[in-house]
């Protein structure tokens, strides 16, 4: 990748990094993994009410430059987003007071009047059951990956919906100052 970064370069080169060997593949990948945020910045808010699950979640962001923030249920993720402008929730579907679906579909009513503006969902989820992708979908995330979840997988979620839309301030989301 040659500076300055641009997000399609970017993307390219993560595309052949994951697409090559494995160990040529592992080794690229980790090359580029510090220069992610770079050349894709984005807001992220990582939703899970276990700690152990934040804290890995934000070690992955942060090996891909990324600083997240974190909510411990659906509330907590209504919270964030009236406060601060999100472009990605990584959204634990299985959370106390109000779970994942709960929360996604709420988020999508609220932009419901502009879907391009508001953050993309991706759902965590450690239960792998048939079905559960689906329904994932059907609450308006926008994308799943199961716990746990390789860095790699990350990284191509985080390149598959950013770079975020541009917004005008029409378009601007709730909270927005």
């Known amino acids: 990748v040659v500076r300055p970064v641009r ?3 970017l993307h390219a080169a993560w595309r052949q990094a994951l697409s ?3 160990n040529a593949g592992s080794r690229a990948a980790m090359a580029l993994t510090e220069s992610l945020a770079e050349g894709l910045p984005l ?3 990582v939703a899970d009410d276990n700690v152990v699950n934040q804290m890995v979640a934000r070690m992955m962001l942060k090996r891909l430059g990324y600083t997240a923030d974190v909510a411990a249920n659906g509330f907590e993720v209504l ?3 009236d406060a601060k402008p999100y472009d990605l929730i990584l959204m634990d579907v299985r959370m106390p007071e109000m779970d994942g679906y709960e929360a996604s579909r709420r988020i999508v009513a609220q932009w419901a009047d502009r879907p391009t503006s508001r953050p993309r969902i991706i759902a965590m989820t450690g239960n792998a059951l048939q079905g559960e992708r689906e329904r994932c979908l059907e609450s308006g995330m926008d994308d799943y990956m199961a716990k746990p979840f390789r860095l790699e997988e990350l990284a191509r979620l985080l390149l598959r919906w950013g770079p ?3 917004r005008t301030d029409a378009e601007g989301r709730q909270g927005m100052g």
């Open 43 to 45: 807001s992220v808010l």
């Open 7 to 9: 997000a399609a370069h």
């Open 20 to 22: 090559a060997g494995e």
């Open 79 to 81: 919270r964030a987003i």
């Open 164 to 166: 975020p839309p541009r």
